[in-house]
């Protein structure tokens, strides 16, 4: 918010310019595949690391020395601020999150705690360590839309099918706009926390709305995700919205409110943008099955994600999705440095 990083490569693409040399950072980049980061959060449930604002903030930094990307992103968790409004939610290794007493009935959901303001004090202490040893170079802050994050309330966990998630949306909408109201007002607080604390963009992750058709989308998923979004659209930092499985719903997420689109590894970025009319800055989309191929092979699939992504005013590369834990960390190093050495021809 003080201008450190506005001349950044990631910045100035989010904001629609096109940059000689692109922006690539990863999502999932902090922890996971990392040597370092299993040695320091050994012993350190993950929702004790994330809320733990010096162990945090190392894991965020960790990447950006190791492979020279053009952004961190903070080390957190889509139910961090469930955790933290006192929902009774912990990350289960091998699993994921696992809420106690799963959500079904509307009493359970008119019984919701209000977050209190001063239980986000990790976060921003958290982002604040961040930015003071980044400088100029952005962090990107996050949080999962409302739909996903509901969608851990209600199930109980992961589920492949979201089948009662579903029943109650189409079923019961007054209790899911209830749900999904509650969601988005403590998501909302979350990614402000980080903004004000100085992230230089801000990501929504929806890793489940890809399970519905664009007509359920837009009657219960749009409105919770453009409700976070209204809650940071007073600040200047670039809004970024990414889901997975979701390239038929594009333009009913940019409608929610994003600047820039994320798009996964099953849409060419360059059908993605005639899709959004051509005026849409996008962020992605390496497939990350090609971090496990050879090296000539990932470089083919890495310039033909760069040459789709010209057509789009403005390109960060990321992958399609996370980073998978067992990807080789001098992979990512190399492909950092494979993206920096080839030149925007349109900048």
């Known amino acids: 918010m003080d201008g450190r990083t506005a001349g950044s490569s990631l910045v100035r693409a989010f904001r629609g310019e096109r940059t000689r040399e692109r922006a690539v950072w990863f999502m999932r980049q902090a922890g996971r595949s990392l040597p370092e980061y299993r040695s320091l959060r050994a012993g350190t449930a993950m929702l004790d690391a994330c809320l733990d604002p010096e162990m945090a903030s190392e894991i965020t930094l960790q990447p950006v020395r190791r492979h020279g990307v053009d952004a ?4 957190s968790d889509i139910v961090v601020p469930l955790k933290l409004a006192g929902i009774d939610v912990e990350i289960v290794p091998g699993t994921g999150p696992v809420v106690a007493e799963p959500l079904r009935s509307r009493a359970q959901i008119e019984a919701l705690p209000t977050l209190d303001p001063a239980a986000l004090t990790p976060i921003s202490e958290a982002v604040a360590r961040c930015v003071a ?23 109980g966990g992961p589920s492949k099918e979201h089948l009662i998630t579903k029943a109650m949306m189409l079923g019961d909408p007054e209790t899911w706009t209830l749900l999904t109201d509650w969601v988005a007002s403590v998501t909302g607080a979350f990614l402000r926390a980080q903004a004000i604390a100085g992230a230089s963009a801000l990501q929504l992750f929806d890793s489940w709305a890809g399970h519905l058709s664009e007509q359920q989308y837009r009657a219960g998923a749009q409105g919770p995700s453009a409700q976070v979004l209204d809650l940071v659209s007073d600040l200047p930092q670039p809004k970024v919205h990414f889901g997975v499985g979701t390239s038929e719903l594009l333009i009913a997420m ?70 998978p834990p067992s990807t080789d960390p001098e992979v990512l190093t190399r492909l950092v440095e494979l993206v920096h050495s080839l030149p925007d021809p349109a900048a």
């Open 72 to 75: 961190a992103v903070f080390f």
């Open 254 to 323: 940019r409608e929610a409110g994003a600047d820039v689109i994320g798009v996964d590894h099953r849409l060419p970025l360059d059908e993605a943008s005639r899709r959004l009319g051509g005026s849409t800055p996008l962020q992605g989309n390496i497939d990350p099955a090609a971090l496990f191929t050879d090296p000539d092979t990932r470089a083919r699939h890495v310039r033909q994600v760069l040459d789709a992504g010209a057509s789009a005013p403005g390109h960060v590369v990321n992958l399609g999705h996370g980073v």
């Open 133 to 155: 040893v980044l400088g100029s170079t952005p962090l990107v802050g996050f949080a999962g839309a409302p739909f996903t994050v509901a969608s851990y309330l209600v199930e």
